[in-house]
T-cell receptor, first 113, second 114 residues
Framework: DAGVIQSPRHEVTEMGQEVTLRCKPI?????LFWYRQTMMRGLELLIY????????DSGMPEDRFSAKMPNASFSTLKIQPSEPRDSAVYFC???????????FGPGTRLTVL | KNEVEQSPQNLTAQEGEFITINCSYS?????LHWLQQHPGGGIVSLFM???GKKKHGRLIATINIQEKHSSLHITASHPRDSAVYIC????????????????FGTGTLLAVQP
């Protein structure tokens, strides 16, 4: 099992550019979570999906952030336009229904200059 | 005040010492997780608890639901245990209706010196 796969692992971009982060959950997992980790705020849940449907996006900081899950094996988190304060590590995690344990991807380290 | 508080924030220990990291929370929960984040950044789930105690190798996790408190213990600590340990709680059914949300503590940075 490859685990949760995220791409890219590192992204450096300029303020105002569009950024797309990608996640492939573990096969068979039906819940997917996007988290952001910063030094100031630690880990924060941005949004999660159950069976490809967004359930709770109350953690999405503002309209510049959007997430999609077009199928069970792929999700994207998009920031448009990006700002320096978006610099963080973005983690994707997945789990299977009936289990509480989440499996985390390696994260994407985003730097917005 | 954060809903999940961890102590200490930073901990330095000598190899072989017994280590305790504490987590207190102020909301009703259905489960509590202990996560480990290594210097490379990867996050690994160590335990999920809803009551009592769990043990895995040199790691022991306990939870007291009445006191809203959990502890993570490491016996015979080793430099490879150096990491950030994060406590996260999963809200109960009465917590905002979003029962799948995890609320994270700020983490405890552990350094075990040889």
């Amino acid at each position: 099992d490859a685990g949760v796969i995220q791409s890219p692992r590192h992204e450096v971009t300029e303020m105002g550019q569009e950024v797309t982060l990608r996640c492939k959950p573990i096969s068979g997992h039906n819940s997917l979570f996007w988290y952001r980790q910063t030094m100031m705020r630690g880990l924060e849940l941005l949004i999660y999906f159950n069976n490809n449907v967004p359930i709770d996006d109350s953690g999405m900081p503002e309209d510049r952030f959007s997430a999609k899950m077009p199928n069970a094996s792929f999700s994207t988190l998009k920031i448009q336009p990006s700002e320096p304060r978006d610099s963080a590590v973005y983690f994707c995690a997945s789990r299977t229904s009936g289990r509480s344990e989440q499996f985390f991807g390696p994260g994407t380290r985003l730097t917005v200059l | 005040k954060n809903e999940v508080e961890q102590s200490p924030q930073n901990l330095t220990a000598q190899e072989g010492e017994f280590i305790t990291i504490n987590c207190s929370y102020s909301v009703g929960i259905s489960a509590l997780h202990w996560l480990q984040q290594h210097p490379g950044g990867g996050i690994v789930s160590l335990f999920m608890l809803s009551s009592g105690k769990k043990k895995h190798g040199r790691l022991i996790a306990t939870i007291n639901i009445q006191e809203k408190h959990s502890s993570l213990h490491i016996t015979a600590s080793h430099p490879r245990d150096s990491a950030v340990y994060i406590c996260a709680v999963k809200g109960g059914s009465h917590y905002g209706g979003a029962t799948n949300k995890l609320i994270f503590g700020t983490g405890t940075l552990l350094a075990v010196q040889p």
